[in-house]
T-cell receptor, first 109, second 114 residues
Framework: KQEVTQIPAALSVPEGENLVLNCSFT??????LQWFRQDPGKGLTSLLL?????REQTSGRLNASLDKSSGRSTLYIAASQPGDSATYLC????????FGKGTRLHILP | NAGVTQTPKFRVLKTGQSMTLLCAQD?????MYWYRQDPGMGLRLIHY???????AKGEVPDGYNVSRLKKQNFLLGLESAAPSQTSVYFC?????????????FGEGSWLTVV
């Protein structure tokens, strides 16, 4: 069974801190690994996509890494801001796209 | 460009009633997905389609049926609704999961079964 696990389930940090969200997945035969953001009551917005042949992707203050051999990905957020408060989900993709349960992030002003 | 559109956005059903959720995408995507999201459970894949005329089971397919008669539409049906199907349903689409093709989501459909 393909599974995706995200740790921690929830995280609160003061504004300005750097932070890391973790994602682990079973079955390394993936096409890509994606990170999404979800605000309360809203749909999902794609943040970063790492192809299976890549090690990392960067967008602004966000950096995502992928280690297929260990089945792990991390999302690094630099200089966190209150506007970063949301739920962050990772998803492994082959023909099916399977999500983790997400990490609820709260940035304290 | 509308992207992925779900209808209806809100619905209340009585136990045993049937209904269909419609997902429409205007991006000529091959792959389409239906997910449900429940508190503390993340998104769970119900059914998906890899092209017009195809469907496949996801993680939680029981109690649901789907059809992909047209490439742009993916329908999710509940034949006999149960309170356990109270959830937020999300539709999504992508060209293919291979490479740099990301997945686009609809805004969600809130379903309550009483």
């Amino acid at each position: 069974k393909q599974e995706v696990t995200q740790i921690p389930a929830a995280l609160s940090v003061p504004e300005g801190e750097n932070l890391v969200l973790n994602c682990s997945f079973t079955d390394s035969a993936i096409y890509n690994l994606q990170w999404f953001r979800q605000d309360p009551g809203k749909g999902l917005t794609s943040l970063l996509l790492i192809q299976s042949s890549q090690r990392e992707q960067t967008s602004g203050r966000l950096n995502a890494s992928l280690d297929k051999s260990s089945g792990r990905s991390t999302l690094y957020i630099a200089a966190s801001q209150p506007g970063d408060s949301a739920t962050y989900l990772c998803a492994r993709a082959d023909d099916k796209i399977i999500f983790g349960k997400g990490t609820r992030l709260h940035i304290l002003p | 460009n509308a992207g992925v559109t779900q209808t209806p956005k809100f619905r209340v059903l009585k136990t045993g009633q049937s209904m269909t959720l419609l997902c429409a995408q205007d991006m000529n995507h091959e792959y389409m997905y239906w997910y449900r999201q429940d508190p503390g459970m993340g998104l769970r894949l119900i059914h998906y389609s890899v092209g017009e005329g195809t469907t496949a089971k996801g993680e939680v397919p029981d109690g649901y049926n789907v059809s992909r008669l047209k490439k742009q539409n993916f329908l999710l049906g509940l034949e006999s609704a149960a309170p356990s199907q109270t959830s937020v349903y999300f539709c999504a689409s992508s060209y293919t999961p291979v490479g740099r093709n990301t997945i686009y989501f609809g805004e969600g459909s809130w379903l309550t079964v009483v």
